[in-house]
């Protein structure tokens, strides 16, 4: 099972600027967002089957019914139309596959991570004209339906299960051993879910030293978001140095150090010895 290559270099250059345009629109669009993480990671995925995508989105949303009424109805009928007609939803497996982060082979596969599902009944429930927002549940992503007192959840990854209050609990305390806080069932910010969607990306790569293209490409598009962990920085250029940018990845190092110096001169400086030993590579 051979994972998604990522594009040639001219055509990964392109997706970043999209990315970093889009990243910063007033409304961000998260179906292309997730497009654009789809295409650098794979470089068959050129504009037509980006467009495919959102049609098959467009589709999707043409199939439930107009209105079918409060919080409750809309969470049913996405979860008739998209997990039960369809079977969209998720294994254990899924886990594995880099595919299972990516919307256009989410669209194609009818399976993946719990927030790539929901991206999925985010927006075709959005197409549709439903009240739906994503929530950002620790360890196990879901969708929203209707404002704060008549919230209803639903699961994609278990097919669109409509949770109890107790079925929240649960998913919480097995992902964190905490309860519940009322805080973890805000919406979640369209920004915010890509860059966590970046984030499993990352950690499935962690895992598979040899993907460190992924990695580093994952990173890239995290540090073009406008709000993001000033780690990052580190991060790339511990791969610029890992994939033999030297120069590159002690640049980075030395501009990481000048931001860690200001709370933090003792992290700064062993940072700065970092990056004169990447430069030490060279010789």
Do not use: K
């Not at 629109?25 to 495919?52: K, Q, W």
């Not at 966590?196 to 978001?225: G, Q, T």
Request: aromatic letters at 6%.
């Amino acid at each position: 099972m051979r994972s998604p290559q990522p594009p040639e270099p001219e055509r990964a250059a392109e997706v970043r600027r999209r990315f970093a345009d889009e990243a910063r629109a007033d409304r961000p669009d998260l179906a292309e967002l997730c497009l654009l993480v789809g295409a650098a990671a794979d470089g068959t995925l050129d504009e037509a089957g980006m467009d495919a995508a959102q049609i098959e989105l467009d589709r999707l949303a043409g199939q439930l019914p107009f209105r079918p009424g409060g919080p409750r109805s809309w969470a049913a009928a996405l979860g008739e139309l998209l997990g039960g007609r369809y079977g969209f939803r998720g294994a254990p497996a899924d886990y594995q596959r880099l595919e299972s982060s990516l919307l256009h082979e989410v669209l194609r596969r009818r399976r993946g991570l719990p927030i790539l599902l929901s991206v999925v009944w985010m927006e075709v429930a959005r197409r549709a004209g439903a009240p739906v927002y994503g929530v950002a549940l620790p360890g196990h992503f879901v969708v929203g339906f209707g404002p704060t007192e008549q919230q209803v959840l639903a699961d994609p990854f278990d097919g669109g299960r409509v949770l109890t209050g107790s079925d929240a609990e649960l998913l919480v305390a097995g992902a964190t051993g905490a309860p519940l806080d009322p805080s973890m069932l805000s919406p979640a910010d369209p920004l915010d879910v890509v860059l966590r969607i970046l984030n499993n990306i990352r950690a499935w790569a962690a895992a598979r030293p040899e993907r460190s293209d992924v990695s580093l490409w994952a990173v890239e598009l995290s540090l073009l978001l406008p709000s993001h962990p000033a780690r990052l920085r580190y991060e790339h250029a511990q791969l610029l140095v890992q994939r033999g940018d030297f120069l590159g990845g002690a640049a980075e190092l030395d501009a990481y150090a000048d931001m860690v110096a200001a709370v933090d001169e003792p992290a700064a400086a062993r940072v700065r010895q970092q990056a004169h030993a990447a430069r030490a590579m060279l010789n």
